[in-house]
């Protein structure tokens, strides 16, 4: 990569960043590119030489943001970790990314672009199920799931954990101690409410 190359990459992240952090705290509908360019200090003929239009911006900001998510939940669950530590990696970072990317605002962004919905049913099929069904193989394997519990009915309690995390996540702040109520939801979900047989 020759300097030019480097230079654009650095301007390209930078815008990116710059939208990613706006989209934290203001509806993507309401940010214009105008305020992008100001907050990243280019023009906003940069960044429609770079993207096209606002909204292929943010879909590759939000592309980015997933990618990276999945790479890093691939990583950890490469690692050397029990099972338990595992699922309790997975509901910890989904409370990590849901305050990055709120449920509504997610849906949003899918409802208003169709390809980007495609995106993530893809990376959700192709990346994020196959590893999850290796997770569960692996807690099969090491006696940390019972045999009595099909694989389907594991993925399903996952997901309805996965479904309410919205619910969860303002009950868990409105506990006072976010990381406190989420052991306790990890427990819940090897144990029940009458704790370890």
Do not use: W
Not at 108 to 114: E, F, G, I, K, T
Not at 119 to 139: A, F, L, S
């Amino acid at each position: 990569m020759n300097g030019f190359e480097r230079r654009a990459n650095l301007i390209k992240e930078k815008i990116m960043q710059t939208t990613l952090v706006m989209m934290r705290t203001t509806d993507p509908k309401r940010i214009r590119i105008a305020d992008i360019s100001k907050e990243a200090s280019v023009s906003q003929v940069t960044i429609y030489n770079y993207f096209g239009s606002k909204e292929a911006l943010v879909r590759e900001v939000f592309k980015n943001f997933v990618e990276k998510a999945i790479a890093d939940f691939e990583a950890y669950m490469d690692e050397e970790h029990t099972f338990k530590e595992k699922i309790e990696h997975i509901i910890f970072q989904e409370g990590a990314a849901y305050r990055d990317f709120p449920p509504n605002l997610i849906q949003q962004l899918l409802m208003d672009d169709a390809e980007l919905a495609a995106y993530i049913e893809h990376m959700y099929q192709e990346k994020t199920i196959p590893i999850t069904m290796r997770i569960i193989e692996e807690g099969k394997a090491s006696g940390e799931i019972s045999e009595e519990v099909s694989m389907e009915t594991v993925l399903a309690f996952i997901q309805l954990y996965m479904n309410q995390y919205e619910v969860m996540l303002a009950m868990a702040e409105r506990s006072g101690d976010t990381d406190d109520f989420f052991r306790g939801m990890v427990h819940m979900f090897f144990y029940g409410i009458c704790g370890k047989t």
